[in-house]
Nanobody, 115 residues
Framework: QVQLVESGGGLVQPGGSLRLSCVAS????????MGWFRQAPGQQRELVAA???????RYINLVEGRFTISRDHAQNTVVLQMNNLRPADTAVYYC?????????WGQGTQVTVSS
C-alpha cells in the first residue's frame, strides 16, 4: 500500500518559515520523481517544487530563492523548506510521487500565512 504522509504545516506570520516533510512508503523511493504541489481556495493545484528525472530541482518563479526541496533516501523523506513566507503562499500543500506505475498524492497539509 502506497502512503505519502505529510507533516509540518501550520499558521505562520509573513516573513516566517515552515518545514514540510513527506514520508513515503510502498514505492521505490530511489526512482520515484518527488515533488510538492499546492492548492489555494478556488484555485487549481499547482506545482511548487520538484525533482526532475535527472535529479535536478525545479521551482515555480513565485517561490524561487525562498523554498528549497530536498530528499533523504535513507529516510524515504522529501522536505520542503519554506522561508520568507507570504500571505500568497497560503494553501494546502501536497506531496506527490510519480512512479512507473502511477501518480500518488498525500492527504495534504494546510499552510496559512497571516498576521
Amino acid at each position: 500500500q502506497v502512503q505519502l504522509v505529510e507533516s509540518g504545516g501550520g499558521l505562520v506570520q509573513p516573513g516566517g518559515s515552515l518545514r514540510l516533510s513527506c514520508v513515503a512508503s510502498g514505492i521505490d523511493f530511489d526512482t520515484a520523481i518527488m515533488g510538492w504541489f499546492r492548492q489555494a481556495p478556488g484555485q487549481q493545484r499547482e506545482l511548487v517544487a520538484a525533482y526532475t528525472r535527472d535529479g535536478r530541482t525545479r521551482y515555480i518563479n513565485l517561490v524561487e530563492g525562498r523554498f528549497t526541496i530536498s530528499r533523504d533516501h535513507a529516510q524515504n523523506t522529501v522536505v520542503l523548506q519554506m522561508n520568507n513566507l507570504r500571505p500568497a503562499d497560503t494553501a494546502v500543500y501536497y506531496c506527490n510521487a510519480k512512479t512507473s506505475i502511477d501518480n500518488y498524492w498525500g492527504q495534504g497539509t494546510q499552510v496559512t500565512v497571516s498576521s
